[in-house]
C-alpha cells in the first residue's frame, strides 16, 4: 500500500505565502508523476500543478507565476510554493503520485487525505 501524507496547509492573508509538502512511504519501486490538486466548496476538483520524475511542470494559468512546484526524489516529497496568495486560492489542496509497487509490479494512483489553505481577503 501506498500513503501519501500532506502538511503545510493553514490560514493566511491575501498576498502572503505557503508552503505545502507530501510524503509517499509505502511498497514503491518507482514514483513517476507527483502533483497537486485543489477543490473549493461547491467545485470540482481541479489541477493546480504536476512534476514528473525528471523535473517537467505543468501548472494551471489560474497559478502560473504565482506557485512552484518541485521534489526530492530521494525523500519521495513533492512541495508546492505558493506566493501572492489570493482568497480565490482558498481550497482543500490534496497530493497525488502514480507509480510502481515494490512487489506486485503493479500501477498505483494514490491520493492524500488532504490540507486546507485558507486565504482571507
Do not use: H
Request: hydrophobic share 30%; with cysteine.
Amino acid at each position: 500500500q501506498v500513503q501519501l501524507v500532506e502538511s503545510g496547509g493553514g490560514l493566511v492573508q491575501a498576498g502572503g505565502s505557503l508552503r505545502l509538502s507530501c510524503a509517499a512511504s509505502g511498497s514503491i519501486r518507482t514514483l513517476n508523476d507527483m502533483g497537486w490538486y485543489r477543490q473549493a466548496p461547491g467545485k470540482q476538483r481541479e489541477l493546480v500543478a504536476t512534476i514528473t520524475s525528471g523535473g517537467t511542470t505543468n501548472y494551471a494559468d489560474s497559478v502560473k507565476g504565482r506557485f512552484t512546484i518541485s521534489r526530492d526524489n530521494a525523500k519521495n516529497t513533492v512541495y508546492l510554493q505558493m506566493n501572492s496568495l489570493k482568497p480565490e486560492d482558498t481550497a482543500i489542496y490534496y497530493c497525488n503520485a502514480d507509480g510502481i509497487r515494490s512487489w506486485s509490479m503493479r500501477r498505483f494512483d494514490s491520493w492524500g487525505q488532504g490540507t486546507q489553505v485558507t486565504v482571507s481577503s
